[in-house]
């Protein structure tokens, strides 16, 4: 089959998809435009805050998309063959992802826009609220680890665009090759640092009254193309700095270094960030990450089409290349956890319910920005995919970083249109990096949250504790080398993938039993508990197969917390089916938020 046809298909499916499925959904949870929102009832000004349909799915869509619908796409297609991954986003984003994310900010709205958690506790127990806390703090944990480790990588080194080899170190890449078309990531790092300050000075004039939204955007927007034409020009490349710092340092450990000094700078951002308020920081670089996003979805639409991607070249991929992957695992259950962004993932709820529920201005928003952002989520996988199926099977960007192979393909696709090669590339790698700080800041501000709410710390020291917490963590595993000399993200993202589809499934498990105890209606257990079963069933599963697969590993910290995941994952197992077998008992009144 050809990828455009592939594309095009994928598209229509989904947008009808939108229209019959998501409206159903919407009579179903009896969305009501004449009941006030928490965003309006409650307004505040730094959490509670209404925002308009338009910017707020900018906002929404640029923080669950991350990158995690173009890393599990890539890897999935490279260890289980197109078709496989490309069934799972589409039919998971439709039946289970879309309703997911729906679910999830509908739920939240109707408990003072508090998170899923505080969802948990009203119809389930205050011990599975507990278990519940615990369970998403360390996911959000293992979600900061991974991207945060990614974008590191992402600044340091540098890709050969004529061989598709990847440098680790600059020094290296310059000593070996005598391309023309050397990309150097630091010119990728000038960007994005670039890139941090325009969302703080647009809010500040947004905020001011100067500028409305929209118009500053179209002042901006063509910023962030300059920080992008701009960086290669002067690209920063830390790892050339260590090494005048200490000559005796091999470009290898200089490179390192840089990863590592890129990491902590990464996790100092993360926790400025996350106590910023939303006006500041949040809404108007989620406006222009958005943008990117649709920007990159356009990018390979375009490339597509004009490119004239159509025949048997169009697709240079294996459509299956077999049900065991060496290095990822059986296709059961690891499809499924490989790929969570783009067809399912539990990071959404704490997204739907921690931040954007409190910026919905009106009930029937929801459709839009719940179901409907997942399934654009589902194109930017599709696009990812693409980017994987037009390699040759020979090529060596098929063992880069899929950061990499991301960016070989859209700047591919920008090519088609006069766009030069390089040009493209810093434009796909900026937009893998626009969708990567939204989740690290949004899950170190939802991190915080969960402290102050499990500890009680509701004071401004308590905020800031939290965060120093939640931002430290990780600082412990990113500064640390992965045992089998692999990037720490790898490690991490087997454990991410489980810990994030299990998430999903306990927030499925929540919101059925949620919709059970207030409607009593059998389609509950069609629309949300079939979705639950599978996400628990392939989470649990492959957190079994790799506790299994590292027992012999002793003190390998990977294993035990996929252990403590799975006994909290069954815990609350537990306490919902107890919750569900209740009857004539009324919910506890709901919690006021952090």
């Known amino acids: 089959m050809e990828m455009l046809g592939i594309v095009v298909i994928s598209g229509i499916l989904l947008t009808v998809a939108y229209f019959t499925y998501g409206r159903l959904l919407s009579r179903l949870f009896e969305l009501n435009d004449k009941v006030p929102t928490p965003a309006v009832s409650m307004q505040d000004d730094v959490d509670y805050v209404p925002c308009d349909a338009g910017p707020l799915l900018n906002q929404h869509f640029s923080a669950i998309a991350a990158a995690g619908p173009i890393v599990g796409p890539i890897l999935a297609g490279i260890a289980f063959g197109w078709l496989p991954a490309l069934l799972w986003i589409l039919f998971g984003s439709i039946f289970i992802g879309g309703v997911h994310d729906f679910a999830a900010l509908v739920a939240s709205i109707r408990h003072r826009a508090n998170s899923i958690i505080d969802v948990v506790r009203v119809h ?130 200089a490179a390192v270094l840089a990863v590592r000094g890129w990491d902590v700078f990464l996790l100092v951002y993360c926790a400025l960030a996350s106590v910023t308020p939303m006006w500041l920081l949040l809404q108007p670089r989620g406006q222009l990450g958005g943008l990117f996003l649709y920007g990159a979805l356009g990018a390979g639409a375009i490339g597509l089409i004009i490119g004239g991607l159509t025949g048997e070249q169009s697709i240079q991929q294996p459509m299956f290349r077999g ?64 980017c994987v199926m037009l390699l040759p099977i020979d090529s060596q960007l098929t063992k880069a970083s899929p950061n990499f192979i991301y960016a070989n393909g859209i700047s591919t696709f920008l ?84 810990s994030n589809q299990l998430l999903a499934a306990l927030t499925l498990i929540a919101v059925t039993v949620w919709l059970w105890r207030t409607r009593r209606a059998a389609w509950t257990f069609l629309v949300t508990g079939l979705g639950a079963v599978l996400m628990y069933t392939m989470s649990s599963w492959a957190l079994v197969t790799m506790i299994l697969a ?45």
Not at 155 to 166: H, I, N, R, W, Y
Not at 450 to 460: A, C, D, N, R, V
Not at 482 to 489: D, E, N, Y
Request: with cysteine; hydrophobic share 50%.
């Open 550 to 594: 590292r027992r012999e590993q002793k003190g390998d910290p990977v294993t035990w917390i996929a252990v403590l995941l799975l006994v909290l994952g069954v815990a609350m197992l537990v306490e919902a089916i107890i919750a569900l077998l209740r009857r004539n008992e009324p919910p506890v009144a709901a919690l006021a938020t952090v």
């Open 124 to 253: 389930i127990s205050q011990r599975a609220y507990m278990l519940f806390l615990i369970f998403v703090w360390m996911a959000l944990v293992y979600i900061v680890v991974a991207f945060t480790d990614i974008t590191a990588n992402m600044f340091v080194g540098a890709l050969d665009l004529q061989s598709g080899k990847t440098y680790a170190s600059v020094t290296e890449a310059k000593a070996d090759s005598s391309s023309q078309m050397l990309v150097q990531s630091g010119g990728v790092a000038t960007s994005s640092l670039i890139y941090l300050v325009l969302p703080i000075v647009m809010g500040l004039l947004v905020r001011s009254g100067k500028l409305s939204m929209w118009s500053a955007t179209v002042i901006f927007s063509p910023l962030v193309i300059l920080a992008i034409l701009v960086g290669p020009l002067f690209p920063l490349n830390v790892d050339e700095i260590v090494r005048l710092w200490d000559p005796n340092l091999t470009p290898k450990d």
């Open 415 to 498: 090519e088609f249109v006069g766009i030069p090669r390089g040009v493209g590339l810093a434009f796909a790698l900026m937009a893998f990096n626009t969708f990567v700080y939204d989740t690290l800041d949004v899950c170190t501000r939802l991190g915080r949250m969960i402290l102050q709410e499990l500890l009680g710390w509701k004071t401004t020291a308590g905020r800031w504790v939290g965060t120093i917490i939640t931002a430290g963590a990780p600082v412990f595993f990113v500064t640390r080398q992965s045992s089998s000399g692999k990037p720490l993200w790898q490690e991490f993202w087997g454990l991410f993938g489980a």
């Open 323 to 386: 049900w065991v992957d060496p290095k990822v695992g059986p296709l059961f259950p690891f499809l499924f956890i490989t790929i969570a962004c783009g067809a399912c993932s539990g990071f959404h709820s704490l997204i739907a319910s921690g931040t954007t529920s409190k910026q919905l201005r009106t009930e029937q928003n929801a459709r839009t920005i719940g179901y409907g952002a997942m399934l654009l989520e589902a194109m930017v996988a599709i696009v990812s995919l693409c």
